[in-house]
Every structure is written in C-alpha cells, then in structure tokens.
C-alpha cells in the first residue's frame, strides 16, 4: 500500500520537481498549492503518512499551518519536514520549535529532502514514533549544538527512529 | 475540533483544471456553506477520493488532463461508500460523446461553462437532500 | 491606448464596460492577468504552429469568461478555438488582437 506525502508547496516549478522525485520513490502525492487548500485537505483526508511544508505560502503561513496540523486529530504526530528557501537561523529554530520534525532548505537538493523522508518514516510494520518534538513542547530542549550543514533536525532524534 | 464534518459543512468535492473556473466555482459554493475540496485533475482526484469520506456532491468536469473526467467518474462509482454521491459533469462543450457516457454512467447532470452563478446554484442545490446549506445573504 | 468610455459604445462594437458580481471582485486581478497571460501563451505558442496548445488554452478561456461576466472573451475564446482546429492562423492572429485591445481596455463595474 502506497504511502501518502502531503505536499504544501505553492512554486510551481518546486512541486513538480519535488512530486515526480517522490512519485519515483513509491510516494503517492497529495498537492495543496496554497495554505487554504492545504487547510482544507487536513479538516477532510486521513492523515497522511508524512507532510512536506514550505513556509511561505499564500493565504496561511505555513507556521500557522502546522499549528493547524498539531491540533487536529490524528496528525498530531505525523512527521513534518519543512521545506524553505530560508537559511535563516532564528527562522528555522522557531519552526522545529513550532513543531517541524526536520528542516531541509531547498538549496539543498532533492536527494538530501529524501534522505529526510526516508530517515523519518516508520519501517514498514512498525507503528509511527512520536518524534521528539511531539507538540513542540519538548523541542525547548533543542540545545547548542547546531550542524553548519543545510539540514536542521532535533537534537535526540538520532536516538528514535531509523528510517527503512 | 476543526472537523467541517462535525461543523456541519457539506462538502463539495471540485475536479477543474482550469484556475480562474475553480476559482470562482469556489467562492460561490463556499459563500453558500459548502466546504470545498479541490483537485486539479483526474490522477490527483483518483489520490484524494480513496483518503476523503463521501462528499455531499462532486462537481467534475470532462476534460482534464493526464486523467480524464469519465474516467474519474468510474473510479467514484466502484469507490465503496461513494455509490450514492451526486456526480455532476462540467463542460465546455454539450455535444461530447463523453457528456452522454458520463450520463450513461450515472452522472446526475452537467453544466455547460460558462455559466451563470445563480443557474449553477440552482442546478446544484437539485441534488442535495437535507443537507441544504444557508442561503446567500 | 484608448481610453475605457463610460457609455460602452465603441469602435468595432466592442464593449468595454463589463458589469460583474460584486462578490467576485476578489479573484478579478487573477482573472483578468491570467487572460493576458493566456494571450501572450497563444501568441507564442501560434508562432510554433502549436495549434494543440492554443486550442487548449481558448478552450479554458472559454469556459471561465462568461462565468465571470465576460460574454466577449468567451465569444473571442471559442472563435480562437475553432480556428485553431483548422489551422487558421491569420483568424487566429487577428481574434487575438482584438482579445489584447478588449483586456486592456476593459473597465469592471460591479454590481
């Protein structure tokens, strides 16, 4: 059974990309092109199994989107990567505190964003892990340590869960 | 909870590809209470439909790309719990041979674009028993 | 470029006065920038002999003008299709012409 990635992604060329790599790796993708829509599908659709979320989005922030995504039923521990052209530090730490599982800058490439989804999603058979910032409470605790690179996760994750 | 369901909300699920027609079949169906749920094409409908519970109505127009409309039609009529979902067609043009099969195959209706607010209202709220949402004010 | 009259008569029978839904007002600026996108694509792709794509394009276009108040863009739209099915490329070059000189002239009321 195909696994569902939510995709909250408004630049056309960016979603195009980012749906055929993920499409390629088995993904079954769902589009929101804007934060309305995305909205929408969250009050309609099972959870997905993972959601994809660029920050800036028309009509609602994608921070205020993934407050939406933590309150509702049933996604409150789906992990969420954010996607963002962003590499601005204050900026990405409010998300992992905002509830983001990881932070992967567009910059970056595709291959690094799949290496994100495939580390994140449970091993077929397993139930999913409630990462560590759960609720973003825990993610207080991101401490000091912080990798130069272009990806941004959670201290303690490297603990949980490993991806198939 | 933030579940339209529980709101009360019928939803509509909208399959258009063109932006401005999507657009503007959403306004006026929200401005009259429906929740609406939108899919730019056959394949991402063929995606959202086996995840979404039946929507009070489904609004899908004929030609779209990668996926067409009569085949999405098909995929709704042997989707389990869908049997009884109104289906109304969208089209440009009233003599396709795909607006007879589409009937053929249970669509309740169609409406030709473009149309009039008022006459799409008028032609939709047809179907919807019950579940009547408020009046434009 | 001429200048949007307040009573809508006007060279070659266009109009260009257009009274719209009030409560549309929201999605015209998207609207309309799209129609003049739509054109310069036509243009383009008219210029390629993509007729497939300029028939795609007048295809959309007929569908959403007259849903937004705009019967001439739908008239212009259907006319560019049809011409585009059979190849026509000077009755497609002239209709969007006259689509361009209406988009840019054409002045929404609301009511």
Known sequence: MKQNILLVEDEEDTSTLLKSVLEREGFSVIHARDGRQATTLVETIRPPTLVLLDLVLPYVSGSELMKVIRQHPGWQHIPIIVVSADSYEPDIQRALLGGATAYVMKQTGSKVLLEEVRRLLPASGRTTPAPALAGGNEAAKAPSKRRPAARHRPRGSHKKDQAA | MNDSISQGKPILLLVEDEEDTANLVKLIMEDIGYQVVPAEDGREAQRIIPLMPPPSLVLLDIQLPHVDGVTVLSTIRTTPDWKGVPVVMLTADSNERDVRMALALGAKDYILKPFKRDALVARLQRFLDGSVPKQRS | ?111
């Open chain 3, 1 to 111: 470029m001429d200048q949007a009259q307040a009573t809508p008569k006007a060279a070659a029978g266009e109009k260009e006065t257009v009274l719209v839904d009030a409560s549309f007002e929201p999605l015209m600026p998207q609207f309309l920038t799209n129609r003049k996108r739509d054109v310069v694509t036509m243009r383009e792709t008219l210029a390629q002999q993509d007729f497939e794509t300029v028939q795609k394009v007048a295809h959309g276009m007929k569908g959403a003008g007259g849903s937004y108040g705009f019967d001439r863009i739908t008239e212009l739209a259907a006319g560019i299709e049809q011409a585009a099915r059979a190849g026509d490329v000077s009755t497609i070059a002239r209709d969007l012409s006259t689509l361009d000189s209406y988009l840019n002239r054409v002045k929404v009321v609301y009511e």
